[in-house]
């Protein structure tokens, strides 16, 4: 019986003595490892890839984000109501594709809704009417990406071909002639990653940014 409860003792022992080890070697020196090297090889990567103007913080290579006009309140004199103007996409800037959570990063995820499903069918056929009409295009001209939502509905790139029947718009909006911006899209659209996964892209915040520049000097 001794035997026994003593066997018992150094097992019970050996394996708390394994788990606070394990515990200090996966829990602790591992994550700390880890982390040292991302943050001395890969720092903005590790940080959230995010991007800085002038020392302030805009936005993340990884997150798209709306470019739309400032919303006004507007005030009804004789009820007293307050409504909300409808938040409408600057001209000024390149567009991102429809996201349908509004690009917020706590609520992700597409709209779930089917292929075949009138109310997907009707949403991207108007979508595509004021694609087209925004950037003065015909429907035919409007890309994919334009009119349909990410899986993530964060996506912070767009096509070179909604980029491109974007930038007429863009160019006379900023006052700038349209080979400026046609060059600007070019410089921006990255190819696919490692020459053969994914499709070519262009990232709207950087673009976006690179605009900004162009359309100050």
Partial sequence: MNNSVANTGRLAWAALRMLLVLTVVTGILYPLAVTGIAQGLFHDKANGSIVKVEGKEVGSELIGQTWDLPKKAASDATTGDDESEVARPDPKWFQPRPSNSGYDPLST???QLGASDPTLTELVGDTKKAVAAFNGVPESEVPKDAVTGSASAIDPHISPEYAEIQIKRVAKANGLSEQQVTK???????????GFLGEPHVNVLELNLALKDLAAR
């Fill in 109 to 111: 995820g597409s709209s």
């Fill in 184 to 194: 600007l899209v070019d410089d921006h659209t990255e190819g696919r990653t490692a």
